[in-house]
């Protein structure tokens, strides 16, 4: 019995043990650069995915590379990337594959972005407080697996791994949610908004994640 109690008094004492967490109003902050400081999230997704959506704010001022979203499967490690680039390009990855936009430059400030894709054009999306960049299209036909590790604020060359610092975000990330579907214009216009609607795959106010490294949970510098 002593034995079995100590067992579950070192299970509920683990830092980075998994918990879900109403969200709203909060994000994770990235204090500083480092290759062992990110965000696990856990969806549970029963099917291979045809089409999805991924939104998410971020605050950040940075100009040198960096990752916002990483999904990756054993088979692929960039199944989903959210990355920006130097230059101030972003790039949307599916199944390996790139596709560039290139947003206005602006001063630093907190940005929305939404990332849309679906297998059957393979049209690609991204929308940038709101406003969309011209479409692209890559991937057409393919699906994405099931077994998913994702990541917040590293790039993953591996699964669930091989991470580099240079590479690492520096700022806050928040309000990120998934569906297995490509949003409407209307619906991305309500989720740039704060409007609410219903995530199936990442919800942000039902969210299961583990932080490592140096992240912390504050409230959001954005409304």
Known sequence: MEKLSLYFLVIISLPSAFSQTDMRKKAFVFPVASENSFVRLTAHITKPLTAFTVCLGAYTDLTRD???????????SNEILLF???TGTYSVSVGGADVYFRPPERFPAPTHFCMTWESTTGITELWVDGKPMVRRSLKRGYSLGTEASIILGQEQDSFGGSFEENQSFVGDIGDVNMWDYVLSPEEISSAYSGGTLQPNVLNWRELEYNTHGDVFVKHQLWS
């Open 84 to 86: 920006r680039g130097k």
């Open 66 to 76: 960096y990752s916002l979203f990483s999904f990756a499967t054993k088979k692929e």
